[in-house]
């Protein structure tokens, strides 16, 4: 199985809304990204798991929060988000080391009203 | 620290013929690693190929091959006998260590049109 599933694939929000996104793979990857990617622009490191810990936050504001449960989900919570914050949000996983080919989810495309 | 650039942001190109998208890169590293995605209009990151800084020769994959050009700091994609279907965003990327931790640094992308 090669496959990283994202769920949901589209979400509408207000900005008093809590919602979150669901990343899921059974690759026995031990990293897991998600990035923020806005129309026209390369995908933007967010989190990055190791091993089920956060290794890297690349300065995310705090209304976005990371969670991953086990080492095949990655969870991302949002709360009070703004229009801004409207994108496409991507999840990958890869092995933690070596190549780092990372395999990416369809991602969710995410509105902010 | 580390940098990806391509200066390409939009080619047509005629169903079949060769495409070479441009992709040059700024590490001290000694050690690295440059990767190629595909990304259609429906959003998904498709791995296309990988080079190692210590490869010997150019990796090749399918119709997808790179021309990996180490003193130069350039691994451009080829794309032979193109289809309708390679039409999407490429993105070149490379893989960056920061304290121990691996990440991936994307360039701008090359949003390529192939015409029938």
């Known amino acids: 199985d090669t496959e990283v599933t994202q769920t949901p694939k589209h979400l509408v929000m207000g900005m008093t809304n809590k919602k979150s996104l669901k990343c899921e793979q059974h690759m026995g990857h031990r990293a897991m990204y998600w990035y923020k990617q806005k129309a026209k622009k390369p995908p933007e490191l967010m989190f990055v798991?190791?091993?089920?810990?956060?290794?890297i936050n690349e300065s995310v504001p705090s209304r976005f929060s990371p969670e991953c449960p086990n080492s095949s989900l990655l969870n991302l919570h949002l709360h009070a988000l703004q229009p801004e914050d409207s994108a496409l949000y991507l999840c990958?996983?890869?092995?933690?080391?070596?190549?780092?080919?990372?395999?990416f989810g369809p991602g969710t495309r995410l509105t902010v009203l | 620290a580390q940098k990806i650039t391509q200066t390409q942001p939009g080619m047509f190109v005629q169903e079949k013929e060769a495409v070479t998208l441009d992709c040059t890169y700024d590490?001290?590293?000694?050690?690295?690693?440059l990767f190629w995605y595909k990304q259609p209009s429906s959003g998904e990151m498709i791995f296309l190929i990988y080079?190692?800084?210590?490869?010997?020769q150019n990796a090749t994959e399918g119709r997808y091959s790179l021309n990996f050009q180490k003193a130069r700091k350039s691994a451009n994609l080829v794309i032979s006998a193109s289809q309708l279907g390679d039409s999407a965003m490429y993105f070149c990327a490379m893989r960056s260590s920061n304290f121990g931790n691996e990440k991936l640094t994307f360039g701008t992308g090359t949003r390529l049109t192939i015409i029938p």
């Open positions: 798991y190791s091993y089920e810990k956060l290794s």
């Open positions: 590490t001290s590293d000694p050690s690295y690693g």
């Open positions: 080079q190692g800084s210590y490869d010997q």
């Open positions: 990958a996983s890869s092995q933690p080391q070596g190549r780092l080919e990372q395999f």
